[in-house]
């Protein structure tokens, strides 16, 4: 594939989208529910969805004027010429309507409620940067990314595979976690670009509370989303305490580098962002197979 249609998917955050997939397969194997076609539609939803939003994101930013020739973050295929903006709107909605056909194949481990929720996923990954009121231009990107690449797929990655109602409440706090986690990500990205978005009346959260706060927000999120899952670890007995030492350990490695970065220097931290989160999944998952394997 091109170089610029790779650099408009923007890889370095597709670790978001693994994440909540892996979180709720985690917990869906406590449960003793693992299953494999689901658990893969569901990935593949996941990161089908999210590459619509990042399509959408840069064709609606370009149309609205938001976007300048040589930003700090992701090179903009569109803004910079490299893509045309009626590929990158023909993108956004081939990539939507590819999730929509993943999301149908659901309903095989499911019921029809599956739907409405798959449209609601769509219109918000499109709600994002579109339509007469853009979630991220008005200090609402935080939340959306703490319920759509946390709560919503981590309980619904758990559901499909257990088919028990009880698990959508077990899977709840490592939800909420991993949309903590995911909505550190965004920081990032809004942190670096806070002059520019200023400057086109962008109201992300960072434009709103200031750099100063929002580098203490990323922080806490991290330490308040590993003592929501207090009650994991201790069903995970001890040594589970491992999880959330070595994800703390990095997490807040990366604040400090942060808070002396600026610009492009602040791409490198968002992927490193994204891979903390990604590790404790990875570390959560890993762990919990294993105790499943022993038991």
């Given at each position: 594939?091109?170089?610029?249609?790779?650099?408009?998917?923007?890889?370095?955050?597709?670790?978001?989208?693994?994440?909540?997939?892996?979180?709720?397969?985690?917990?869906?194997?406590?449960?003793?529910?693992?299953?494999?076609?689901?658990?893969?539609?569901?990935?593949?939803?996941?990161?089908?969805?999210?590459?619509?939003?990042?399509?959408?994101?840069?064709?609606?930013?370009y149309k609205n004027g938001l976007d300048r020739k040589g930003r700090e973050g992701f090179r903009r295929g569109v803004t910079e010429?490299?893509?045309?903006?009626?590929?990158?709107?023909?993108?956004?909605?081939?990539?939507?309507?590819?999730?929509?056909?993943?999301?149908?194949?659901?309903?095989?481990?499911?019921?029809?409620?599956?739907?409405?929720?798959?449209?609601?996923?769509?219109?918000?990954?499109?709600?994002?940067?579109?339509?007469?009121?853009?979630?991220?231009?008005?200090?609402?990107?935080?939340?959306?990314?703490?319920?759509?690449?946390?709560?919503?797929?981590?309980?619904?990655?758990?559901?499909?595979?257990?088919?028990?109602?009880?698990?959508?409440?077990?899977?709840?706090?490592?939800?909420?976690?991993?949309?903590?986690?995911?909505?550190?990500?965004?920081?990032?990205?809004?942190?670096?670009?806070?002059?520019?978005?200023?400057?086109?009346?962008?109201?992300?959260?960072?434009?709103?509370?200031?750099?100063?706060?929002?580098?203490?927000?990323?922080?806490?999120?991290?330490?308040?989303?590993?003592?929501?899952?207090?009650?994991?670890?201790?069903?995970?007995?001890?040594?589970?305490?491992?999880?959330?030492?070595?994800?703390?350990?990095?997490?807040?490695?990366?604040?400090?580098?942060?808070?002396?970065?600026?610009?492009?220097?602040?791409?490198?931290?968002?992927?490193?962002?994204?891979?903390?989160?990604?590790?404790?999944?990875?570390?959560?998952?890993?762990?919990?197979?294993?105790?499943?394997?022993?038991?």
């Amino acid at each position: 594939m091109n170089n610029k249609w790779i650099e408009a998917m923007r890889l370095r955050t597709l670790p978001v989208s693994i994440a909540g997939v892996l979180g709720g397969t985690a917990c869906a194997i406590l449960n003793g529910g693992f299953k494999f076609i689901p658990a893969l539609l569901c990935l593949l939803f996941a990161i089908l969805a999210q590459v619509a939003s990042n399509f959408g994101n840069e064709y609606y930013d370009y149309k609205n004027g938001l976007d300048r020739k040589g930003r700090e973050g992701f090179r903009r295929g569109v803004t910079e010429g490299d893509i045309s903006p009626e590929a990158m709107k023909y993108a956004t909605f081939g990539t939507l309507t590819a999730a929509a056909i993943v999301g149908l194949l659901m309903l095989c481990y499911s019921e029809w409620w599956i739907i409405p929720i798959g449209a609601i996923i769509g219109i918000f990954a499109l709600a994002y940067s579109a339509g007469p009121y853009p979630l991220s231009h008005h200090g609402l990107g935080d939340l959306t990314v703490i319920i759509f690449f946390g709560i919503v797929p981590v309980t619904l990655t758990c559901y499909l595979q257990t088919g028990d109602w009880d698990s959508l409440f077990f899977s709840l706090p490592t939800s909420i976690t991993i949309g903590l986690l995911a909505a550190n990500v965004l920081i990032v990205n809004n942190y670096r670009d806070m002059e520019d978005d200023a400057a086109v009346n962008k109201h992300t959260t960072v434009v709103i509370f200031g750099r100063c706060t929002m580098e203490w927000i990323y922080l806490l999120s991290g330490i308040i989303g590993m003592t929501i899952m207090l009650p994991m670890w201790k069903e995970l007995a001890w040594p589970s305490s491992f999880i959330p030492a070595i994800y703390l350990f990095f997490h807040i490695r990366t604040w400090k580098r942060m808070k002396k970065s600026r610009g492009a220097a602040l791409n490198p931290l968002l992927g490193e962002t994204a891979k903390n989160l990604l590790l404790f999944t990875l570390l959560l998952m890993g762990y919990v197979i294993v105790k499943s394997f022993f038991e």
